[in-house]
């Protein structure tokens, strides 16, 4: 597929605002491995290629394993997430999901067991953020398998 629109050039500011949070996010209270996790589920169920590309190298080089990755899908199935992960996961799922099943009060409280006030608004910046590059990505057929992590 051919890219749409470069929206990154065309939209600088709105594209540096979602970059903000992104920065705000990498120096808050979640850890990175969970913040690539929770990318890369978000962007499996839109089903956002270069979302994918970007956040499965970005856990790889951050020592995410390829089992965890591979697996993430069926995370629920799976034993290797703890249960903050499978917090994070399932709040992910629901808050991108949003419009299919809400965001139940039981799962609220299992997701509060396992993260602070101050984590669950960062974890839940982080879904809404990826939702949003995910959409614009998508929407404008960002190239897949061209990005590259830093430092790689």
């Given at each position: 597929?051919?890219?749409?629109?470069?929206?990154?050039?065309?939209?600088?500011?709105?594209?540096?605002?979602?970059?903000?949070?992104?920065?705000?996010?990498?120096?808050?209270?979640?850890e990175h491995?969970?913040?690539?996790?929770?990318?890369?589920?978000?962007?499996?169920?839109?089903?956002?290629?270069?979302?994918?590309?970007?956040?499965?190298?970005?856990?790889?080089?951050?020592?995410?394993?390829?089992?965890?990755?591979?697996?993430?899908?069926?995370?629920?199935?799976?034993?290797?997430?703890?249960?903050?992960?499978?917090?994070?996961?399932?709040?992910?799922?629901?808050?991108t999901l949003?419009?299919?099943?809400?965001?139940?009060?039981?799962?609220?409280?299992?997701?509060r067991r396992?993260?602070?006030?101050?984590?669950?608004?960062?974890?839940?910046?982080?879904?809404?953020?990826?939702?949003?590059?995910?959409?614009?990505?998508?929407?404008?057929?960002?190239?897949?398998?061209?990005?590259?992590?830093?430092?790689?």
């Amino acid at each position: 597929m051919q890219t749409r629109i470069a929206y990154s050039q065309l939209a600088k500011e709105g594209v540096t605002a979602l970059a903000k949070i992104e920065s705000y996010l990498r120096h808050g209270s979640l850890e990175h491995s969970l913040l690539e996790l929770v990318k890369t589920r978000a962007s499996q169920i839109n089903r956002c290629g270069y979302c994918l590309d970007m956040h499965s190298k970005d856990a790889r080089a951050a020592g995410e394993t390829e089992q965890r990755l591979y697996v993430l899908p069926a995370w629920r199935e799976a034993p290797f997430y703890s249960d903050r992960e499978r917090a994070a996961l399932e709040w992910t799922e629901a808050v991108t999901l949003i419009s299919q099943n809400d965001v139940p009060d039981e799962l609220y409280e299992r997701v509060r067991r396992q993260f602070s006030e101050q984590e669950l608004v960062d974890l839940t910046l982080a879904i809404t953020n990826i939702n949003s590059w995910n959409r614009l990505a998508i929407a404008f057929r960002s190239e897949v398998g061209s990005y590259q992590p830093k430092g790689a």
